[in-house]
């Protein structure tokens, strides 16, 4: 945390020289720290595979970055590095009837466009925002149970979240702005394959895909961030 916020006090120095009007930047690059929730059906209906995402998981401080393009109307165009992350873990795997845990390893990548309106036209220095954004998003999660009895398996998330997100943006100067936010996700449409290498299994059975589309589901994250407008 602290060289992401020298980071900041840096920026706003070297920016102290900036122009006289927000509103003549083209661009911005945007460095935020963001802490989410996201949580999950507890079981999935006629599987006994193991699925430690079935319960939940935090991001804590998860670093983002993001490119801004300006758009009409003093609004903006965001696109975002959101989510990329490769990682190992012990984790507790909840199965249909059974409890387990398992070492998982996790690959997890998500991208974000955002359309962002501004709400304030005349240059301030707190502004208001509001964005209208869409996530695609990969996750890849293989267990490897630690009881020799159980099997290996592996769960594929594929899907896009929508989301409303407020904001509110403080001008450190000219050029050097800092940005909070509190993405409110309104969907979640994902596409899951659970496959299993239980040799009890016939071959045709060790893949399930279900399909989910969920109504503001249990995902919460809000961001800091401070940007540079170029």
Excluded: W
């Excluded at 706003?12 to 003549?24: G, L």
């Excluded at 319960?55 to 965001?78: C, M, S, W």
């Excluded at 845990?101 to 509001?130: D, G, M, Q, S």
């Excluded at 630690?146 to 290996?152: C, R």
């Amino acid at each position: 945390m602290k060289p992401f916020f020298l980071g900041i006090a840096m920026l706003a120095s070297v920016c102290s020289h900036a122009q006289s009007e927000t509103t003549t930047y083209k661009y911005a690059v945007k460095a935020s720290q963001q802490a989410s929730f996201v949580g999950q059906p507890a079981t999935i209906p006629g599987t006994n595979i193991y699925n430690a995402q079935s319960v939940f998981g935090y991001d804590i401080l998860q670093p983002t970055i993001a490119f801004q393009i300006k758009a009409a109307n003093q609004n903006r165009h965001e696109i975002e590095l959101s989510t990329l992350s490769i990682s190992e873990n012990e984790s507790r795997a909840i199965g249909e009837f059974t409890y387990q845990y398992a070492h998982v390893e996790a690959t997890r990548i998500a991208v974000r466009y955002e359309y962002i309106f501004n709400l304030l036209k005349k240059n301030a220095r707190i502004k208001p925002y509001i964005g209208l954004a869409a996530q695609p998003y990969y996750e890849q999660y293989f267990f490897v149970p630690t009881y020799s009895i159980s099997s290996s398996s592996v769960d594929k998330h594929i899907g896009i979240r929508g989301y409303v997100v407020p904001h509110i943006s403080y001008n450190i100067s000219t050029r050097v702005f800092i940005d909070f936010n509190i993405p409110f996700c309104i969907f979640n449409a994902q596409r899951l394959k659970l496959t299993t290498q239980d040799p009890m299994l016939q071959h045709s059975e060790r893949n399930r895909t279900y399909h989910f589309i969920d109504m503001l589901p249990p995902v919460f994250s809000a961001r800091l961030g401070v940007g540079v407008r170029l």
